[in-house]
């Protein structure tokens, strides 16, 4: 019967870092290996503290009775760490570049930043529309529709019409 198994969670110090076979915890992260349930082999989860799912699900080599995974150890935990985190980088670098648009239009008094910010709400999205100066002064702020299009043309013309809210 093996202890750290049996008895996962209990009497534990929840300050010290777990650091066992199939399971590894420190620095905000957990890697727990597991049975991969399309095939014969191992996968490893990597959870970042506090996140329900995992951030990086991928294969894991087998031991070598080829029957068992091998154990995680601190090199393979740092590799995975930085691997998961790449990950949740880009992730969140593409939600950016969805919900972020931004455009630069020229006017008689200098150029304006034009930014669009999508707030994803379940139950009613909507996004912000506001003007810049060049000085980082902003000049408007509207709320539009969640669909807006924010184009060069869509920005002079919402200049155009004194920072009024466009329709659409």
Do not use: C
């Not at 870092?17 to 095939?39: F, H, M, S």
């Not at 529309?129 to 669909?147: C, F, H, I, N, S």
């Amino acid at each position: 019967m093996n202890d750290s198994i049996e008895h996962e969670g209990e009497d534990r110090d929840d300050s010290a870092p777990v650091q066992e076979a199939r399971l590894w915890q420190a620095n905000g992260w957990t890697a727990r290996v597991i049975k991969n349930e399309d095939d014969e082999g191992w996968a490893v989860a990597m959870y970042k503290d506090g996140e329900p799912e995992p951030a990086l699900v991928g294969p894991w080599t087998m031991g070598r009775d080829k029957k068992n995974p091998k154990p995680l150890d601190v090199n393979a935990f740092n590799t995975l760490v930085k691997t998961a985190s790449e990950v949740i980088r880009r992730h969140e670098q593409h939600l950016h570049a969805i919900l972020h648009k931004e455009t630069t239009v020229a006017t008689e008094d200098g150029e304006l930043t034009v930014t669009l910010d999508i707030v994803p709400d379940d139950d009613d999205p909507y996004a912000i529309l506001a003007a810049t100066d060049m000085m980082g002064e902003q000049l408007a702020k509207v709320r539009v529709p969640a669909g807006f299009k924010l184009t060069a043309a869509s920005a002079e013309a919402w200049i155009a019409n004194g920072f009024r809210a466009p329709r659409g």
